[in-house]
């Protein structure tokens, strides 16, 4: 798979409303969602579960990321970005040339924006899909 498959995909889904563990392109997804559902549209392996709260149980989100995908330092475009929004991690994103594509609940839809400072400083684990290219 490349990253270029990855992130044309991504890019596809923005637009689409957010909505808590939504998982339909152009109806509703939410952050995980999103990482889900451009997994399964390209054949990539990625577990899915929505036994979650609207704010996951951040250790369990980063033990699933570390235990399906490859942990790396630097992200690249396609890869997939864990973010912490109080104390624990519970946000998903891929990277893109611009910065990040994520379905944000403050937004209400999947967007690409650049990556601020702010979710910059919030940023603690990068993770690629095996074989990503």
């Known amino acids: 798979m490349t990253r270029e498959q990855i992130l044309t995909e991504a890019r596809s889904w923005v637009g689409t409303p957010w909505h808590h563990q939504g998982r339909l392109k152009h109806v509703g997804v939410d952050c995980v969602g999103l990482i889900v559902g451009v997994a399964s549209a390209l054949g990539l392996r990625f577990e899915d579960a929505t036994d979650y709260q609207r704010f996951p149980d951040g250790v369990t989100l980063a033990k699933e990321l570390a235990r399906q995908l490859i942990s790396v330092t630097e992200p690249l475009p396609g890869d997939v970005m864990l973010f912490r929004v109080s104390r624990l991690p519970q946000h998903v994103a891929f990277c893109s040339p611009l910065g990040v594509i994520h379905a944000h609940q403050g937004a209400k839809t999947v967007v ?11 940023l603690i684990g990068v993770y690629s899909f095996p074989g990503t290219v």
């Open 112 to 122: 690409e924006t650049a990556l601020s400072q702010a979710w910059r400083s919030r």
